[in-house]
């Protein structure tokens, strides 16, 4: 019996000292009633649930491992008198000591699950390893910096990726261009595309258009962190030798990102240890209310909603801003994102294509 203990403590404690991989320096700062409650959660813990845990801390969410079940409320930590969930204790400890569980604006909570997370469905327990939840960027006021940056800043027709199933393509009345029109949805998870991500450095598209059949896809750099997509397995076909920007660039994607589609929007949480820069036109209100476009910064262990599909739906019965309508085709289902570098007015890199590494995430919107 005395062995066991020795075990589960010792376990405790390296779950305890993992604190240094997700917080660096901030690892210390812990209010007494926060780390008391935290130490009381684990000792409640199996040895299993500890193994598990401790192998998710102290990989730094590289490997996320398996779901650590906790009963929900009424057990609900106490920290100064208030209750605190366990998921809530569990990420302000390891990874947000400045989380909140106060809703955000609109009502909408500080955390949302991600896809490697089982427990979605669960009533009775929830999940407390705290890298199977993400933090939510609220939107409404975009915290510095974000950049806005005109119509003269969008993809030139002859910098788009071209796709490679041109009979599904049909033109859009609206803008000249073309989408890729279809159902996500009607015939189950995995069975179609609903959408394909094309990986560009500066103007140069690299490799083909990589379709996305399964609800999930991870995205990463030159190390494979399991399934996936490995641009550097694109890179290596290249034809072009890259540039030394390109290349650093791309030793800092690491675990770069995970894309995924959940109810009726589309959702991108940074697993890379650099800020992520992303323009989408319903994250920007609409092209039919504004000329210019809002790039916005997705830090580390941050989620956002990238694309929904139901403002999508809406915003394409307007009609384009007439500052646009001069500007050539415009995909409305079209994504950017570039990794650790912004573009804009307020950057030194104008148009995306300036951006040493970036991908175009070109949506199947829902009919």
């Given at each position: 019996m005395f062995m066991f203990r020795s075990r589960k403590n010792a376990l405790v404690k390296r779950a305890w000292k993992a604190r240094r991989t997700g917080l660096g320096d901030a690892h210390e700062d812990v209010p007494q009633a926060l780390k008391g409650a935290?130490?009381?959660?684990?000792?409640?813990?199996?040895?299993?649930?500890?193994?598990?845990?401790?192998?998710?801390l102290d990989s730094g969410g590289v490997e996320p491992g398996e779901c650590v079940l906790v009963p929900r409320a009424p057990d609900s930590e106490r920290v100064g008198g208030a209750a605190l969930a366990p998921h809530?204790?569990?990420?302000?400890?390891?990874?947000?000591?400045?989380?909140?569980?106060?809703?955000?604006?609109?009502?909408?909570?500080?955390?949302?699950?991600?896809?490697?997370?089982?427990?979605?469905?669960?009533?009775?327990?929830?999940?407390?390893?705290?890298?199977?939840?993400?933090?939510?960027l609220q939107t409404e006021s975009p915290p510095p910096p974000y950049r806005r940056f005109s119509s003269r800043d969008l993809l030139r027709p002859e910098d788009a990726a071209p796709s490679e199933d041109s009979e599904c393509l049909v033109e859009s009345q609206e803008t000249g261009g073309t989408h890729d029109y279809g159902s996500y949805s009607t015939h189950g998870p995995g069975s179609v595309i609903w959408c394909r991500v094309a990986y560009w450095e500066g103007r140069e598209r690299v490799g083909r258009l990589y379709p996305v059949r399964s609800p999930s896809l991870n995205i990463m750099g030159n190390i494979p962190h399991g399934e996936g997509l490995s641009l550097a397995s694109l890179a290596a076909n290249s034809h072009t030798s890259p540039s030394e920007q390109v290349r650093r660039t791309r030793e800092k994607i690491g675990l770069g990102l995970v894309l995924y589609q959940d109810g009726d929007g589309v959702w991108l949480y940074n697993?890379?240890?650099?800020?992520?820069?992303?323009?989408?036109?319903?994250?920007?209100?609409?092209?039919?209310?504004?000329?210019?476009?809002?790039?916005?910064?997705?830090?580390?262990?941050?989620?956002?909603?990238?694309?929904?599909?139901?403002?999508?739906r809406e915003y394409q019965k307007l009609p384009v801003h007439p500052a646009?309508?001069?500007?050539?085709?415009?995909?409305?289902?079209?994504?950017?994102?570039?990794?650790?570098?912004?573009?804009?007015?307020?950057?030194?890199?104008?148009?995306?294509?300036?951006?040493?590494?970036?991908?175009?995430?070109?949506?199947?919107?829902?009919?």
């Open positions: 935290a130490l009381q959660l684990l000792r409640r813990l199996t040895e299993a649930q500890l193994d598990l845990l401790v192998t998710a809530l204790l569990m990420v302000r400890v390891w990874r947000w000591p400045d989380l909140h569980d106060a809703p955000g604006a609109h009502g909408n909570t500080p955390l949302r699950r991600l896809p490697c997370c089982a427990a979605r469905n669960d009533h009775v327990y929830v999940c407390a390893n705290p890298y199977h939840w993400a933090r939510v697993r890379a240890e650099i800020p992520l820069f992303v323009n989408s036109p319903t994250l920007d209100g609409g092209i039919h209310c504004r000329a210019d476009f809002i790039v916005h910064k997705l830090p580390p262990g941050h989620i956002l909603n990238i694309f929904d599909y139901e403002k999508a646009l309508l001069h500007v050539g085709p415009i995909d409305q289902n079209s994504v950017h994102v570039s990794f650790a570098k912004g573009w804009g007015p307020n950057y030194r890199r104008q148009a995306i294509t300036e951006c040493p590494c970036w991908l175009e995430i070109l949506l199947v919107p829902a009919r």
